[in-house]
């Protein structure tokens, strides 16, 4: 089994940052792709592969970086400029493989709520 577990979310004021963290445990062989989703639907905020390639949502170019350490098996969000309507619960994903040889899948973790307001 692998566990996905969160940090960092909580409440602050527009223009604010916030940093997220995301580690996982357990049966790891390799982990691939490690990324931030948003809200009930999953939106894609923002992922990164084992070589370092990143991905974001438009809404979030410029202002959020996500980070990996490998060796941890940890990845992070680092949000600035935070607005209002980035209100909303952050789930991180890892795609996964437990052993050599055998195939890569998805694990969430629990969810963190981000809240932006005065």
């Known amino acids: 089994q692998v566990q996905l577990v969160e940090s960092g979310g909580g409440l602050v004021q527009p223009g604010g940052s916030l940093r997220l963290s995301c580690a996982a445990s357990?049966?790891?062989?390799?982990?691939?792709?490690m990324g931030w989703y948003r809200q009930k639907e999953r939106e894609l905020v923002a992922i990164i592969t084992d070589?370092?390639?990143?991905n974001y949502a438009d809404s979030v170019k410029g202002r959020f970086t996500i980070s990996r350490d490998n060796a941890k098996n940890t990845v992070y969000l680092q949000m600035n400029s935070l607005k209002p309507e980035d209100t909303a619960v952050y789930y991180c994903?890892?795609?996964?493989?437990?052993?050599?040889?055998?195939?890569?899948?998805?694990?969430w973790g629990q969810g963190t709520q981000v809240t932006i307001s005065l």
């Open positions: 994903k890892a795609v996964v493989r437990a052993q050599y040889g055998g195939g890569y899948y998805n694990y």
């Open positions: 357990g049966s790891i062989f390799s982990i691939n792709a």
């Open positions: 070589s370092g390639l990143t």
